[in-house]
Protein backbone atom coordinates (compact mmCIF):
# COMPACT_ATOMS: atom_id res chain seq x y z
CA UNK A 1 0.00 0.00 0.00
CA UNK A 2 2.82 2.57 0.80
CA UNK A 3 4.87 2.30 -2.13
CA UNK A 4 1.42 2.55 -4.65
CA UNK A 5 0.85 5.89 -3.03
CA UNK A 6 2.88 8.05 -4.69
CA UNK A 7 1.92 6.62 -8.17
CA UNK A 8 -1.55 6.77 -7.36
CA UNK A 9 -0.88 10.77 -6.36
CA UNK A 10 1.36 11.50 -9.14
CA UNK A 11 -1.67 10.16 -11.19
CA UNK A 12 -3.83 12.12 -10.25
CA UNK A 13 -1.45 15.33 -10.81
CA UNK A 14 -0.51 17.22 -14.13
CA UNK A 15 2.04 18.59 -15.41
CA UNK A 16 1.53 22.25 -16.77
CA UNK A 17 4.20 23.75 -18.03
CA UNK A 18 3.57 28.26 -18.43
CA UNK A 19 6.08 29.47 -21.24
CA UNK A 20 6.56 32.87 -21.82
CA UNK A 21 4.96 34.67 -25.22
CA UNK A 22 8.32 35.08 -26.88
CA UNK A 23 10.28 32.43 -25.72
CA UNK A 24 14.00 31.95 -25.42
CA UNK A 25 15.63 29.09 -27.76
CA UNK A 26 16.48 27.90 -24.17
CA UNK A 27 13.01 28.34 -23.46
CA UNK A 28 11.58 26.22 -26.47
CA UNK A 29 14.32 23.60 -26.45
CA UNK A 30 13.53 23.26 -22.61
CA UNK A 31 10.26 23.26 -23.22
CA UNK A 32 10.87 20.09 -25.86
CA UNK A 33 13.40 17.89 -23.29
CA UNK A 34 10.48 18.61 -20.56
CA UNK A 35 7.35 17.02 -22.68
CA UNK A 36 9.40 14.48 -24.05
CA UNK A 37 10.34 12.90 -20.66
CA UNK A 38 6.35 14.05 -19.72
CA UNK A 39 4.29 13.05 -22.63
CA UNK A 40 0.85 13.85 -20.89
CA UNK A 41 2.07 17.34 -19.67
CA UNK A 42 0.06 20.03 -20.82
CA UNK A 43 1.72 23.72 -21.88
CA UNK A 44 0.80 26.88 -22.88
CA UNK A 45 1.72 30.92 -23.07
CA UNK A 46 -1.79 31.59 -21.43
CA UNK A 47 -1.87 31.71 -17.79
CA UNK A 48 -5.13 31.89 -17.48
CA UNK A 49 -5.93 29.25 -19.81
CA UNK A 50 -3.29 26.92 -18.58
CA UNK A 51 -4.45 27.56 -14.39
CA UNK A 52 -8.09 27.28 -15.42
CA UNK A 53 -7.97 23.92 -15.99
CA UNK A 54 -9.68 21.27 -14.40
CA UNK A 55 -8.28 18.56 -11.62
CA UNK A 56 -4.77 19.16 -9.57
CA UNK A 57 -1.87 20.04 -10.89
CA UNK A 58 1.93 21.18 -10.35
CA UNK A 59 3.45 23.77 -12.57
CA UNK A 60 6.77 24.42 -14.62
CA UNK A 61 7.49 27.81 -15.13
CA UNK A 62 10.02 28.65 -18.05
CA UNK A 63 11.77 31.95 -17.74
CA UNK A 64 10.82 34.64 -15.60
CA UNK A 65 8.15 35.84 -17.39
CA UNK A 66 6.35 32.46 -17.01
CA UNK A 67 7.14 32.83 -12.92
CA UNK A 68 5.66 36.12 -12.53
CA UNK A 69 2.50 35.07 -14.60
CA UNK A 70 2.21 32.04 -12.23
CA UNK A 71 3.05 33.89 -8.55
CA UNK A 72 0.17 36.00 -9.37
CA UNK A 73 -2.08 33.92 -9.58
CA UNK A 74 -4.61 32.48 -6.38
CA UNK A 75 -3.67 29.18 -6.05
CA UNK A 76 -2.27 26.82 -4.10
CA UNK A 77 -0.34 24.37 -6.57
CA UNK A 78 3.67 23.55 -6.10
CA UNK A 79 5.62 25.84 -9.09
CA UNK A 80 8.77 25.24 -10.04
CA UNK A 81 11.10 28.05 -11.55
CA UNK A 82 13.41 26.77 -14.55
CA UNK A 83 15.56 29.33 -16.29
CA UNK A 84 15.47 32.06 -14.08
CA UNK A 85 18.34 33.31 -11.59
CA UNK A 86 18.52 33.05 -7.94
CA UNK A 87 18.76 37.09 -8.13
CA UNK A 88 15.58 36.90 -10.50
CA UNK A 89 13.82 34.04 -8.48
CA UNK A 90 14.74 35.93 -5.42
CA UNK A 91 13.30 38.94 -6.65
CA UNK A 92 10.09 37.62 -7.57
CA UNK A 93 9.00 35.93 -4.58
CA UNK A 94 9.87 38.83 -2.43
CA UNK A 95 7.13 40.48 -3.94
CA UNK A 96 4.15 38.02 -3.66
CA UNK A 97 2.38 36.72 -0.47
CA UNK A 98 4.18 34.04 2.01
CA UNK A 99 0.98 31.34 1.06
CA UNK A 100 2.31 32.09 -2.51
CA UNK A 101 6.21 31.65 -1.77
CA UNK A 102 5.52 28.70 -0.09
CA UNK A 103 4.41 26.66 -2.71
CA UNK A 104 7.36 27.90 -5.12
CA UNK A 105 10.53 26.06 -5.58
CA UNK A 106 13.64 26.38 -8.28
CA UNK A 107 16.24 25.17 -10.38
CA UNK A 108 18.43 27.88 -11.01
CA UNK A 109 19.74 28.92 -13.87
CA UNK A 110 23.45 29.72 -13.07
CA UNK A 111 26.45 27.49 -11.74
CA UNK A 112 26.49 27.63 -7.36
CA UNK A 113 29.42 30.28 -6.10
CA UNK A 114 30.91 26.79 -5.39
CA UNK A 115 31.50 25.95 -8.53
CA UNK A 116 32.50 28.78 -10.09
CA UNK A 117 34.92 29.59 -8.06
CA UNK A 118 36.79 26.00 -7.73
CA UNK A 119 36.83 26.97 -11.48
CA UNK A 120 38.91 29.98 -10.52
CA UNK A 121 41.19 27.75 -8.54
CA UNK A 122 41.45 25.60 -10.93
CA UNK A 123 42.07 28.18 -13.76
CA UNK A 124 45.15 30.22 -11.75
CA UNK A 125 46.35 27.04 -9.72
CA UNK A 126 47.37 29.54 -6.83
CA UNK A 127 46.05 31.39 -4.18
CA UNK A 128 44.33 34.38 -5.88
CA UNK A 129 41.87 37.66 -5.13
CA UNK A 130 38.56 37.45 -6.51
CA UNK A 131 36.68 40.44 -6.61
CA UNK A 132 33.05 40.59 -6.05
CA UNK A 133 30.52 43.46 -6.85
CA UNK A 134 26.99 42.49 -4.74
CA UNK A 135 23.81 45.01 -4.65
CA UNK A 136 20.82 44.77 -2.27
CA UNK A 137 19.73 41.98 -5.08
CA UNK A 138 22.59 39.52 -4.29
CA UNK A 139 23.48 40.72 -0.43
CA UNK A 140 22.51 37.08 -0.15
CA UNK A 141 25.03 35.55 -1.80
CA UNK A 142 27.78 36.51 0.74
CA UNK A 143 27.88 33.92 2.99
CA UNK A 144 28.15 31.26 0.52
CA UNK A 145 30.52 32.84 -1.81
CA UNK A 146 32.74 33.33 1.38
CA UNK A 147 32.02 29.58 2.45
CA UNK A 148 33.01 28.80 -1.62
CA UNK A 149 36.04 30.82 -1.04
CA UNK A 150 37.50 29.06 1.72
CA UNK A 151 36.96 25.52 0.44
CA UNK A 152 38.58 27.06 -3.13
CA UNK A 153 41.66 28.48 -0.65
CA UNK A 154 40.96 31.92 -2.74
CA UNK A 155 40.98 35.69 -1.10
CA UNK A 156 38.14 37.52 -1.61
CA UNK A 157 37.62 41.55 -1.70
CA UNK A 158 34.05 42.40 -1.90
CA UNK A 159 32.03 46.14 -3.11
CA UNK A 160 28.52 46.51 -2.24
CA UNK A 161 27.21 48.76 -4.67
CA UNK A 162 24.73 51.57 -3.30
CA UNK A 163 21.29 51.93 -5.36
CA UNK A 164 21.75 53.66 -8.56
CA UNK A 165 25.97 53.10 -8.53
CA UNK A 166 27.44 52.86 -12.01
CA UNK A 167 29.04 49.25 -11.43
CA UNK A 168 31.90 49.88 -14.33
CA UNK A 169 33.35 52.81 -11.73
CA UNK A 170 32.79 50.34 -8.85
CA UNK A 171 35.67 48.29 -10.81
CA UNK A 172 37.80 50.88 -9.49
CA UNK A 173 37.28 49.76 -5.88
CA UNK A 174 38.34 45.95 -6.13
CA UNK A 175 41.82 47.64 -6.28
CA UNK A 176 43.77 43.66 -5.40
CA UNK A 177 41.48 41.69 -7.40
CA UNK A 178 42.97 39.59 -10.21
CA UNK A 179 39.62 38.20 -11.56
CA UNK A 180 35.80 38.80 -10.81
CA UNK A 181 33.30 36.23 -9.70
CA UNK A 182 30.37 37.45 -11.49
CA UNK A 183 26.66 36.82 -10.17
CA UNK A 184 23.56 37.16 -12.12
CA UNK A 185 22.42 41.13 -10.59
CA UNK A 186 20.96 43.14 -13.11
CA UNK A 187 21.82 46.03 -10.99
CA UNK A 188 25.72 45.15 -11.85
CA UNK A 189 25.69 43.10 -15.45
CA UNK A 190 22.81 44.00 -17.94
CA UNK A 191 21.99 43.52 -21.81
CA UNK A 192 22.22 47.08 -21.89
CA UNK A 193 25.97 47.26 -20.25
CA UNK A 194 27.42 44.16 -20.45
CA UNK A 195 29.45 44.96 -23.15
CA UNK A 196 30.91 48.25 -21.63
CA UNK A 197 31.43 46.58 -18.71
CA UNK A 198 33.47 43.43 -19.81
CA UNK A 199 35.86 45.83 -21.60
CA UNK A 200 36.29 47.88 -18.89
CA UNK A 201 37.53 44.84 -16.71
CA UNK A 202 39.43 43.89 -19.91
CA UNK A 203 41.19 47.43 -19.31
CA UNK A 204 42.23 46.23 -15.90
CA UNK A 205 43.49 43.27 -16.75
CA UNK A 206 41.06 41.64 -15.01
CA UNK A 207 39.49 38.20 -16.16
CA UNK A 208 35.89 37.69 -15.44
CA UNK A 209 34.79 34.31 -14.55
CA UNK A 210 30.89 33.36 -14.03
CA UNK A 211 27.75 33.34 -14.54
CA UNK A 212 26.69 31.65 -18.14
CA UNK A 213 28.29 30.52 -21.35
CA UNK A 214 26.33 33.42 -23.38
CA UNK A 215 28.61 36.07 -20.73
CA UNK A 216 31.54 33.93 -22.43
CA UNK A 217 30.98 34.26 -25.49
CA UNK A 218 30.35 38.47 -25.19
CA UNK A 219 34.09 38.26 -23.53
CA UNK A 220 33.84 36.97 -20.10
CA UNK A 221 36.93 34.21 -19.55
CA UNK A 222 35.07 30.97 -18.55
CA UNK A 223 32.11 29.84 -16.60
CA UNK A 224 30.53 26.81 -15.55
CA UNK A 225 26.96 25.89 -16.58
CA UNK A 226 24.35 23.51 -17.76
CA UNK A 227 23.19 22.70 -21.24
CA UNK A 228 19.72 22.42 -22.24
CA UNK A 229 19.80 18.81 -21.80
CA UNK A 230 21.95 18.96 -18.03
CA UNK A 231 18.99 21.49 -17.24
CA UNK A 232 16.32 18.74 -18.37
CA UNK A 233 17.67 16.09 -16.43
CA UNK A 234 17.37 17.57 -13.31
CA UNK A 235 14.04 19.17 -13.78
CA UNK A 236 13.39 15.75 -14.48
CA UNK A 237 13.73 14.66 -11.18
CA UNK A 238 12.04 17.61 -9.63
CA UNK A 239 8.92 17.59 -11.42
CA UNK A 240 8.58 13.77 -10.34
CA UNK A 241 9.14 14.72 -6.91
CA UNK A 242 6.60 17.37 -7.53
CA UNK A 243 4.18 14.71 -9.14
CA UNK A 244 4.90 12.63 -5.97
CA UNK A 245 3.09 15.16 -3.58
CA UNK A 246 7.21 16.47 -2.18
CA UNK A 247 7.98 20.17 -2.88
CA UNK A 248 12.14 19.88 -3.13
CA UNK A 249 14.20 22.30 -2.04
CA UNK A 250 15.44 25.08 -4.55
CA UNK A 251 19.10 24.50 -5.73
CA UNK A 252 22.06 24.96 -8.01
CA UNK A 253 22.45 22.97 -11.67
CA UNK A 254 23.70 19.17 -10.40
CA UNK A 255 24.62 19.10 -13.54
CA UNK A 256 27.42 21.40 -15.46
CA UNK A 257 30.58 21.70 -17.75
CA UNK A 258 32.47 24.60 -18.83
CA UNK A 259 32.42 27.14 -21.49
CA UNK A 260 36.39 28.79 -22.24
CA UNK A 261 36.81 32.06 -24.13
CA UNK A 262 40.26 31.15 -25.81
CA UNK A 263 40.88 34.54 -27.19
CA UNK A 264 40.34 36.48 -23.75
CA UNK A 265 42.13 33.88 -22.44
CA UNK A 266 44.96 34.82 -25.31
CA UNK A 267 45.01 38.00 -24.92
CA UNK A 268 44.88 38.39 -20.87
CA UNK A 269 47.98 35.89 -21.00
CA UNK A 270 46.25 33.32 -18.91
CA UNK A 271 47.18 29.43 -19.72
CA UNK A 272 43.96 27.34 -19.27
CA UNK A 273 44.94 23.68 -19.37
CA UNK A 274 43.11 20.31 -19.96
CA UNK A 275 41.69 20.21 -16.27
CA UNK A 276 40.34 23.34 -16.11
CA UNK A 277 38.33 22.86 -19.53
CA UNK A 278 37.13 19.34 -18.27
CA UNK A 279 36.26 20.45 -14.88
CA UNK A 280 32.11 18.95 -14.79
CA UNK A 281 29.90 17.43 -13.03
CA UNK A 282 30.90 13.81 -11.71
CA UNK A 283 27.66 12.68 -13.95
CA UNK A 284 25.43 13.72 -16.70
Same mark, same amino acid.
Given at each position: ?? @?? %?? +????? #? /?? $??? =? &??????? *????????????????????????????????????????????????????????????????????????????????? @?? %?? +????? #? /?? $??? =? &??????? *??????????????????????????????????????????????????????????????????????????????????? %???????? /????????????????????????????????????????????????????????????????
Amino acid at each position: MC @LA %AP +ALRAA #Q /LE $LRV =L &IGDQPTP *AARETLAGVTARFPAAVHDSDVQRLTSRAGGAVYAALGVEALQALLDVDMDSPVLSLLASSEAYRACLLSRPERRRGSATA @LF %AE +ASPGQ #Q /LA $LVR =L &IYRRRVT *AGVLLTENTAHLADAIKAAARSAELDLEFCRLESGENPIRALGRLASATVLLAVPDRAVISAENVQAFLEATYRRGMAVVGFS %AALVRAGA /LASVYSTVDEVVAQATLLVEQLLSGQLPVMQFPAYWRVAVNDRVARSLNIPIDHEARSYASPTR
